[in-house]
């Protein structure tokens, strides 16, 4: 841990403000100190770095690397000075310097390379593995463009580019003599060799260089510093291309702009895959530099046969997106390093390990056939022999699956799918959370569990309480320090003995005042960002998440078009004030969920003015919801909603974040709610609706008529009826797609099934919060019990089950 106090770090700030930027504290802007600080910090991590990367090599240690499509890692400042032990004397220093310390983390961009949830994960879990000690990377790609930046205008999604490297980037460094060459297109020549082995000579590729720059991923306080490297696409020099000197200037200019495209930005697809070629060669370009990356350090560092891989390294796939690995390790071990194929398949299947992350099937990934052969000719041909001996292993082998061959097969009906490339090709096949994995094993992969039961197992996501908790909500951590200790800092499960205290009512008002300073907080940037003024008072019920339907923000907009019918009808009703915030990004091509937003944004635009209503309800959208945005609502959230249609969240990370900073869960017995339900019992949490099972059956068997209950429920007739004929909506919005969708689509997501358990969720969840002590009492319960969720516990379980990794001594 740093030895830094805070008279050390003012003086440093000084010294690097004048040598790097030419200007004293006096006149210094909040940038100028930004860049000081990230300075410094960073002159303390590279000596740990280097000592790191170094004692992995003496002990000879197994490594795990996550290949992720996405990390969503946010802002670094701040949880690089927390993991390094200096952020309190950091703030003490700006503080005395006259700057405002989250005014100055705030000018950091937010690196917002991923979409949400999954990207989120793979940040949690570098965060857990750097903390806990243990040698684990990760490999993503350096998009110049993050995830859109979105703007509500007249209550429309508008997405801007979010051209996060426009300022430079303090926590990157380039390492071009590390880079690789990718090959794309071509033609493949086999040869014989004289040994009677095949050799493989590609003509006429399409080269690109991956260039990687390197983060620093911090343990908490531990002197361990792990990698994670980006991958940016770059035109190979001329000479090693092979290319004429002289090409014209312009034809060479579109040349390199169309490698540059390959790391060019993020698909802004959440659970929902697209079928672009580019995204095809962002995969591959990912998979390709990383597996050349680590088999060149396995080589280097082990000096063992390559034949022994397994032993010292385990790559973890996060989704079928990376999933092009397994033809890729084949493809190395028995092109470039002259294995058989039984023994670069004995070594592949020892190394891969993939997370499944979904079971909606406007997820599942395949490609066509023809475009994986034009694009990867080689990569296909590996394919489809990984095909052909699956399908024969299931003629042969499992007579009883026969006829199942065509929904099993890696290639069939002219695509290429790729999670049963991934399951065929891992010898570790994982859910993230108790009732996906089941539903993985009983239905999505039935069959395959039949092939390969000891594939399957459970990972219940997590997240790290650093962030989380620590970082996000400081007077709470503070609070749950005075009452327990500090040693749930590195032991998060230790805050069960908050349970202790639930029914101490002096320590119960420490937590209510907490959370109405950070609810004041809130308020506060509500009302500088969207003008309106919101009660403190009134209980926060927060919906932050993608737009998707599955995750049902409808269900929740329709109760609150249902408690302002009410309101106006009986505008004397004693009902305690409610605020709800929502956040949510569309994908831009997701034409339903871009009207739920602007169904949102006009439900506020009424409710939020309506004399009648008198501040008894508010509606609050806020824009461009990310990381850093996450970190202000969520300390400030009493009611979490997580009212996915059960069966279709395969975890939620979100229910997690909110439980650990006391908000107590309403919602479905889906994905990890089911187990924060088995954790905090009924008496702590307000559940509704359908369950899994129930809504199975529907979709297996029917039965469920929308109609009928729009035709008997006069409240949900109003509501539908109201969007229907622009009667609810300044300057006549309609929003006939939705209504159609409910009643001509049978409401696929059974918003209407769901409406009146929902709001007698409501009803209880009103009542219990009008009794503070009550509460509070679940309130402290569900941080108890949150300590369960810290991605550490996740982890640890990764690396004995999955990784077999052992911590650094
Ligand atoms: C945690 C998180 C998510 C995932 O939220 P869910 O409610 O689990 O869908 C998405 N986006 C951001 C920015 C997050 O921090």
């Known amino acids: 841990m740093s030895q830094l106090t805070a008279n050390d770090l003012k003086e440093k700030l000084k010294k690097k403000l004048i040598t790097e930027k030419g200007v004293e504290v006096s006149t210094a802007s909040n940038k100028d100190i930004y860049y000081a600080l990230a300075s410094i910090v960073n002159d303390e991590i590279m000596p740990k770095w280097y000592e790191t990367i170094k004692r992995y090599q003496d002990k000879n240690l197994k490594q795990v690397y996550y290949l992720s499509m996405e990390f969503l890692i946010g802002r670094l400042l701040e949880s690089n000075l927390l993991n390094s032990g200096l952020l309190n004397i950091a703030k003490e220093a700006l503080e005395d310097l006259g700057f405002c310390s989250e005014l100055v983390f705030a000018e950091e961009r937010d690196a917002g390379l991923g979409n949400g949830g999954l990207g989120r994960l793979a940040a ?19 998009y110049r463009y993050g995830l859109f930046e979105q703007r509500i205008i007249h209550g429309n999604q508008v997405e801007l580019p979010d ?34 082995s095949l050799e493989f000579k590609y003509e006429n590729t399409d080269k690109v260089l991956a260039v990687p720059y390197d983060i620093p991923v911090l343990g908490y306080q531990n002197e361990v510093v792990n990698t994670l490297r980006l991958w940016s696409a770059e035109p190979v020099a001329y000479q090693e291309a092979g290319q004429e000197e002289n090409s014209e200037f312009y034809h060479d200019l579109d040349h390199q702009h169309s490698i540059e495209q390959i790391s ?9 895959y ?62 470039e390093e002259r294995l058989d194929w ?101 239905q999505e992969m ?179 919801y990310n990381v850093s945005l996450a970190e202000k609502i969520i300390p400030a959230a009493d009611i979490s909603e997580q009212i996915s249609t059960a069966s279709k969240e395969a975890s939620g990370t979100g229910n997690m974040k909110m439980m650990m900073n006391g908000a107590v869960t309403l919602g479905t017995m889906d994905g990890a709610n089911i187990e924060i339900y088995d954790l905090v019992g009924e008496n702590n949490i307000f559940i509704f609706g359908l369950n899994a099972d129930e809504v199975l059956d529907y979709y297996q068997n029917g039965g469920y008529n929308a109609r009928d209950i729009y035709n008997t429920d006069d409240r ?21 797609d939705i209504f159609y969708n409910i009643l001509y689509h049978n409401d696929p997501y059974f918003v209407l099934k769901d409406f009146e358990p929902y709001l007698e969720a409501h009803e209880l969840a009103e009542r219990a919060y009008r009794n503070r002590t009550t509460w509070m009492n679940m309130s402290v319960t569900n941080i108890a019990y949150s300590g369960k969720f810290s991605s550490d516990q996740t982890i640890r379980e990764y690396a004995t089950d999955i990784w077999k990794i052992k911590q650094m001594d």
């Open 446 to 624: 039935k069959d395959f569990y039949t092939l390969f039961p000891n594939k399957f197992n459970n990972k219940t996501n997590g997240i790290t309480h650093r962030r989380w908790l620590l970082q996000v909500n400081p007077k709470l951590s503070n609070v749950i320090s005075e009452a327990i200790g500090t040693q749930w800092i590195k032991r998060p499960k230790q805050l069960i003995s908050l349970l202790k205290y639930s029914n101490d009512k002096a320590l119960l008002e420490k937590f209510d005042q907490v959370k109405h300073e950070n609810k004041k907080i809130l308020a506060n940037y509500i009302h500088q960002q969207t003008g309106i003024l919101v009660d403190d008072q009134s209980i926060f019920d927060v919906q932050i998440k993608r737009l998707h339907e599955y995750k049902r923000q409808l269900l929740n907009i329709f109760h609150v078009i249902y408690l302002y019918n009410e309101l106006k009808a009986n505008p004397n009703q004693d009902v305690t004030p409610r605020t709800f915030i929502f956040g949510a990004k569309a994908a831009p091509s997701y034409h339903l969920a871009k009207e739920i937003i602007k169904l949102i944004n006009t439900v506020a635009s009424i409710v939020n003015y309506d004399k009648d209503i008198n501040g008894k309800l508010k509606v609050i959208f806020l824009e461009n």
């Open 163 to 196: 051209y996060w490297l426009k300022e430079p980037y303090p926590w990157e460094t380039r390492k071009e003599e590390e880079a690789f060459v990718i090959q794309f297109h071509g033609k493949v020549h086999m040869f014989k060799r004289n040994d009677g």
């Open 264 to 272: 060019g930005f993020l698909y802004p697809d959440d659970s929902n």
């Open 124 to 142: 949690c879990f570098l965060d857990s593995l750097a903390s806990l000690y243990y040698p684990g990377h990760g490999f993503g790609i350096r």
């Open 274 to 335: 697209e079928g672009k070629e580019l995204r095809l060669k962002q995969q591959y370009f990912l998979v390709s530099s990383s597996i050349q990356n680590i088999i060149r350090s396995f080589k280097k560092n082990y000096r063992l046969p390559i034949s022994r891989l397994p032993e010292k390294v385990v790559i973890q796939i996060n989704d079928t997106h990376p999933s092009l690995a397994v033809p890729e390790l084949m493809r190395i071990l028995m092109d």
């Open 342 to 442: 039984d023994t670069a398949w004995e070594i592949t299947t020892h190394v891969l390990a993939y997370t499944n992350h979904t079971t909606l099937s406007e997820a599942l990934e395949t490609w066509p056939e023809e475009m994986i052969q034009n694009l990867l000719p080689r990569i296909y041909m590996i394919i489809d022999e990984i095909n052909e001996r699956f399908c024969k292993s299931i003629w042969f082998d499992h007579k009883e699956l026969r006829d199942k061959i065509p929904d099993l097969a890696v290639i069939a009906c002219g695509r290429v799918h790729m999670a049963r490339l991934a399951i065929v090709g891992s010898f570790s096949v994982n859910g993230v959370a108790r009732i996906h994995t089941e539903i993985l094993k009983k």
């Open 716 to 736: 949900v007739r109003l509501i539908l009826d109201q969007l229907n004929q622009g009667e609810f909506g300044i300057h006549n919005i309609e929003f006939k």
